[in-house]
């Protein structure tokens, strides 16, 4: 009498087949349970964005001011308007200038402030704490407390200023101005490179550390050739939040100097907030918008390609 021949190995497994259609079921529904979930959000996000964005490169292409009734269509007026403009490109240029010298202070601060936070062998949460207090501080009171500080009359730092022989309006002076709103950008926003890079201390493998100390490297060779490789992609995410931030840096001009002195500190964010409200000629406030739009998308793909090619 023959042996009775194996199901398992004669044919697939009936129950196999079951489970794999019901969990394919029970996805599908759940995919679709999720879908209507969501689908009131996306809707509200939609009419908050998509609409707005619509409506500025409408707006853009019209003749829009308080002074005119009807908004009429002006072709690319405003377009040639804005790369026309002498104060549009000098604009940017101190925005580069401002960016690129802001980014670069808050980068070796944070990262140093960040390092010497990783190795403290007490006190750690609190010093973090202390450290983070800036990031609490709107930017129209960081503009406040540095006009407060920097008055020539009675202000503290002004005062040490005057006792290295530096006696002028630091605000009111060409050469001084800028310098003044860099560093006070610089005291609001290390805090957050710092804390950001923080975390990527902490969340770094020790193995290749200990094996770096048993090799008798020092610690200049352990920052090169592991510690900065393995936190490059959260310096990058650090930068990326910063830099797409720094274009729209408005709050602290705004309160200090205007703009001022001589257009040394109007920034393409002052620039496009002096069109729209103080000339209120919206058409070509929203021509600058979408030029400002344009860059931070650049700056976002930059950054993206960089992190991508750290991976690789």
Do not use: C
């Amino acid at each position: 009498m023959s042996a009775n021949p194996n199901i398992f190995d004669s044919k697939p497994d009936v129950y196999t087949k079951t489970s794999a259609a019901a969990t394919r079921k029970f996805g599908n529904r759940r995919n679709k349970t999720e879908f209507w979930m969501l689908l009131p959000s996306m809707i509200i996000l939609a009419i908050i964005s998509i609409f707005p964005f619509i409506y500025l490169i409408y707006a853009s292409f019209m003749d829009y001011a308080l002074s005119i009734d009807e908004p009429a269509f002006n072709n690319i007026q405003n377009w040639l308007r804005v790369f026309k403009s002498e104060t549009f490109w000098g604009s940017w240029g101190r925005t580069g200038i401002f960016a690129m010298s802001g980014l670069a202070l808050e980068l070796l601060l944070g990262v140093g402030l960040a390092l010497l936070i990783y190795y403290l062998p007490k006190g750690r949460n609190l010093i973090v704490t202390l450290w983070m207090l800036p990031l609490f501080v709107a930017p129209v009171v960081t503009g406040l407390l540095g006009r407060f500080m920097l008055n020539s009359t009675y202000g503290l730092y002004a005062w040490f200023l005057q006792l290295l022989g530096i006696n002028t309006e630091i605000f009111g002076n060409v050469s001084t101005a800028m310098p003044a709103i860099i560093l006070m950008d610089v005291w609001e926003w290390t805090p957050l490179i710092t804390i950001i890079v923080l975390a990527g201390l902490q969340s770094m493998p020790e193995e290749p550390l200990e094996a770096a100390e048993v090799d008798g490297a020092d610690f200049l060779q352990k920052l090169r050739y592991i510690i900065l490789p393995l936190v490059y992609q959260t310096i990058l995410v650090a930068l990326l939040i910063r830099s797409m931030d720094i274009l729209r840096f408005v709050d602290t001009i705004k309160i200090t100097t205007e703009g001022g002195p001589a257009d040394s500190t109007k920034t393409i964010g002052y620039y496009l907030l002096e069109v729209a409200f103080r000339f209120q000629d919206f058409g070509t406030a929203a021509a600058l918008g979408l030029t400002m739009l344009f860059v931070t998308i650049w700056l976002g793909k930059a950054f993206v390609k960089l992190m991508t090619k750290g991976e690789s």
